[in-house]
């Protein structure tokens, strides 16, 4: 028997001892253990994602080192030279098994975290439905019905009231009746000029007037006559 069968043969009678202990447990009523929650998952998928990166640093850092080896023993140590290419073989494979594992892990966080989001979003998505389901249960489509109709009668009642102010005050006269009664005044009043007879016109006899002087003339002559008053006094003293 191999190893690997008498691993797994161990593994199994372990697993079947231990199953009557923990539905004994489970009938003592302990409560089992949930699995985690979709936040612990992500948050250890990236915890590995970080490890798995700073090992690729190291393999990257361990492969430069070897191709350095192998470059300095080159001919002189070729046992040294081929050591450390193969040494440099094994880190190149151990890193394509990295890149290869970072991508499985990236899709599933990916994955996870897109399942958690959408989870979320159902779960707003539920509590909003939830809400509009309660607000709308409030609502009587009677009441709306009728709270309309009252509205609608508000509206014309004010178109009423607006008419009734806008309407003008006094007697509301008939304009036909106005403009026969003005007709009926125009034609008394062009048979009473046709019974009269062609006036004689008065001619006037024309005045004479005498010219009468203007103010500012007889103002110039006052001036004269005391500047002439003023002379004469001028030659007296000179005498």
Same mark, same amino acid.
């Given at each position: 028997?191999?190893?690997?069968? !008498? ?11 231990? *199953?009557? =202990? ?7 009523? *302990?409560?089992?253990?949930?699995? =985690? ?5 992500? *948050? ?10 700073? /090992? ?15 470059? !300095?023993?080159?001919?002189? #140590?070729?046992? %040294?030279?081929?050591? %450390?290419? /193969?040494?440099? /073989? ?23 975290? #897109? ?14 439905? !939830? ?6 249960? #409030? ?16 509206? @014309? ?5 607006? $008419?009734?102010?806008?309407? =003008?005050? &006094? ?9 026969? @009664? ?12 046709? &019974?009269?007879? +062609?006036?004689? +016109? ?8 005498? =010219? ?9 002559? /006052? ?5 002439? $008053? ?10």
């Amino acid at each position: 028997m191999s190893k690997i069968s !008498k691993l797994f043969k161990g593994s199994s009678s372990s697993s079947s001892s231990s *199953h009557y =202990p923990s539905s004994s447990k489970s009938r003592h009523g *302990h409560r089992s253990r949930t699995g =985690p929650t979709p936040q612990e998952a992500i *948050h250890k998928l990236r915890e590995t994602e970080a490890m798995l990166a700073k /090992k690729q640093d190291f393999l990257e850092n361990k492969i430069e080192q070897e191709i350095m080896i192998a470059k !300095k023993n080159g001919l002189k #140590n070729k046992r %040294a030279a081929l050591q %450390a290419l /193969k040494r440099k /073989k094994r880190f190149e494979q151990q890193l394509t098994q990295i890149d290869g594992t970072l991508s499985t892990i990236e899709f599933q966080r990916e994955a996870l975290e #897109n399942a958690n989001t959408n989870t979320e979003v159902l779960k707003t998505m539920g509590y909003a439905a !939830k809400a509009i389901k309660g607000v709308h249960q #409030n609502m009587d489509l009677d009441k709306i019905d009728s709270l309309m109709q009252d509205i609608t009668e508000s509206q @014309e009642v004010a178109q009423e009231i607006c $008419d009734a102010i806008s309407r =003008p005050f &006094g007697d509301a006269f008939d304009e036909d009746e106005l403009l026969a @009664e003005l007709a009926e005044l125009e034609l008394e009043e062009s048979m009473t000029n046709m &019974g009269r007879g +062609p006036s004689v +016109p008065t001619a006037k006899l024309p005045t004479s007037k005498l =010219p009468s002087t203007r103010p500012s003339q007889r103002t110039q002559s /006052k001036k004269r006559a005391e500047d002439d $008053d003023d002379m004469q006094m001028l030659a007296a003293w000179a005498v």
